[in-house]
């Protein structure tokens, strides 16, 4: 598959645990996302990566919540110390630029459903 | 001011009918737009980008108001399978961050 890849698809953890989630973005994108969704809610921007950059980490909840990028491919989202409030969809993606570099299409994982007990 | 607003709805049409709704932004330096759509439960895809004026693919046309600051999506002839939450995410070209609007559900009745 050439799409994006997260993981783990479910995680049910205990309150005060930490989680990571993986994201595999499509080989060759510059610009990797982490969003958030709750149940009926929108997507809620968490931070991006320019190659292994986060320009604006502005959206992240708390200190509880950390990010990296290696190699200008995977990301990995920390969860410390979790919470019931933490429970959602999280959701990756990588945004690929089109010829002439003024549109592209952002590409979506399935998404990593967290469960906090 | 939210960055990016939209009428969560849901707007609840007959099939065949024709349906738009809007989507304002703040940020007057906003380029392009991108339409996503999201089934229940299931990521967003991609279902329209806009740079100029507007843009038409079938039965979808999204308009562009740069001097309001919005963006609507027309559906004509909805089908059953248009059901889902619209999502509208302005882009500046300078920028790769994509902030989405909380979307639009609609949902088509035989």
């Known amino acids: 598959g050439a799409g994006v890849s997260q993981s783990p698809s479910n995680k049910v953890t205990e309150k005060g645990k930490d989680v990571e989630l993986r994201c595999d973005p499509i080989s060759g994108h510059t610009a990797l996302y982490w969003y958030r969704q709750s149940l009926g809610q929108g997507l809620e921007f968490l931070i991006y990566?320019?190659?292994?950059?986060?320009?604006?980490k502005s959206g992240l909840p708390s200190d509880r919540f950390s990010a990296e990028r290696t190699g200008g491919s995977v990301s990995t989202l920390t969860i410390q110390r979790t919470q019931q409030e933490d429970s959602a969809v999280y959701l990756c993606a990588s945004f690929e630029l089109l010829a002439g570099g003024r549109t592209g299409e952002l590409f979506f994982g399935e998404g990593s459903r967290l469960t906090v007990l | 001011r939210k960055e990016v607003e939209q009428d969560p709805g849901p707007f609840n049409v007959p099939e065949g009918a024709t349906v738009a709704f809007n989507c304002t932004y703040s940020?007057?330096?906003?380029?392009?737009f991108f339409w996503y759509r999201q089934d229940c439960r299931k990521e967003p895809k991609l279902l329209m980008s806009?740079?100029?004026s507007g843009n038409e693919d079938g039965r979808f046309t999204a308009q562009l108001n740069r001097a309001s600051q919005y963006i609507s999506l027309l559906i004509r002839d909805s089908k059953l399978s248009d059901s889902a939450t619209y999502l509208c995410?302005?882009?500046?070209?300078?920028?790769?961050?994509?902030?989405f609007g909380s979307g639009t559900r609609l949902l088509v009745r035989p």
């Open positions: 990566f320019q190659g292994n950059s986060a320009p604006d």
């Open positions: 806009v740079y100029s």
């Open positions: 995410v302005p882009r500046m070209d300078s920028s790769y961050k994509l902030i």
């Open positions: 940020n007057s330096a906003s380029q392009s």
